[in-house]
């Protein structure tokens, strides 16, 4: 089952003939950009990534790290969510504005190199969680390639793992914009806030790991197994996170959950 999922997204990409992805250097897009490598080769395939407020350092880190590892031709951009008409009032339909600026960033990347299509790494899961960036690229053409091959998380987790891709086990991530409370507006010094206070968790080896704010608190989420550790260091942890701003530190005994800010929204405003 799993090897007609793969070969069907083989026949899909191949479809395409020569192709840009948007390459963040998470588990989706690696795996995306390998397999379109392995079908179209490396002249036919461009992987750009968008250096942004709102996107993780470590993380661009690892998309440097990992487009060298695969040896596709790498371009990164400079873009800026926070200049974005809507997006810093951070509603429901956040994602919505950053995703269509993204592909409005990329389209001329297209045209430049005469290319046939933009892929991104939208999956399978995504479909049963809200996702307002779908509908952004929906509107602008933009496949996404392991989703139409019903591919899910798990699944290409196996399939990145028997490709000898280092991202196999790598923990999901999101923008940093998703750590803070809709309504709440997003600034270039809670995005900060954020993104040091996570490096310092994963400091203390804990792996996956959100630091969702709300206002002046900070709600740490981790695995389950995790959550001992940050006992553990929890004096440090309030310490180190009170100097980057926050006022209050606090876990969240739930764990870990993707896309938790979502349940506050209303059902019908995720229609």
């Given at each position: 089952m799993l090897l007609e999922k793969y070969k069907n997204l083989q026949d899909i990409i191949q479809k395409m003939e020569k192709v840009v992805v948007a390459f963040s250097g998470g588990v989706d897009s690696t795996f995306l950009l390998k397999v379109a490598i392995d079908t179209l080769g490396y002249d036919n395939v461009?992987?750009?990534?968008?250096?942004?407020?709102?996107?993780?350092?470590?993380?661009?880190?690892?998309?440097?790290?990992l487009s060298k590892w695969i040896g596709a031709n790498h371009r990164i951009i400079q873009t800026s969510e926070l200049a974005i008409p809507g997006y810093t009032a951070n509603n429901q339909n956040r994602c919505y504005f950053c995703k269509s600026s993204l592909f409005d960033h990329l389209l001329p990347i297209l045209e430049e190199y005469q290319f046939n299509q933009i892929i991104y790494g939208v999956i399978a899961d995504d479909a049963n969680e809200f996702r307002p960036g779908m509908k952004a690229a929906k509107e602008k053409g933009i496949r996404g390639p392991l989703q139409e091959a019903d591919l899910f998380k798990e699944e290409i987790r196996i399939l990145s793992k028997e490709a000898g891709l280092p991202t196999w086990d790598k923990p999901s991530f999101a923008c940093l914009s998703s750590r803070i409370a809709y309504g709440d507006i997003i600034?270039?010094?809670?995005?900060?806030?954020?993104?040091?206070?996570?490096?310092?968790?994963?400091?203390?080896?804990?792996n996956?790991?959100?630091?969702?704010?709300?206002?002046?608190?900070?709600?740490?989420?981790?695995?389950?197994?995790?959550?001992?550790?940050?006992?553990?260091?929890?004096?440090?942890?309030t310490k180190r996170l009170k100097e980057f701003g926050y006022k209050y530190v606090s876990l969240?005994?739930?764990?870990?959950t993707s896309g938790s800010m979502n349940i506050v929204l209303e059902k019908e405003e995720m229609l």
């Open positions: 461009l992987a750009v990534t968008a250096d942004s407020e709102t996107y993780p350092s470590s993380e661009l880190k690892d998309a440097l790290m600034t270039k010094d809670k995005l900060t806030k954020v993104d040091k206070s996570e490096a310092y968790l994963k400091s203390l080896d804990i996956q790991v959100r630091v969702r704010t709300h206002g002046d608190t900070a709600r740490i989420e981790v695995e389950p197994e995790d959550m001992p550790r940050v006992l553990q260091f929890h004096v440090a942890i969240d005994l739930t764990g870990y």
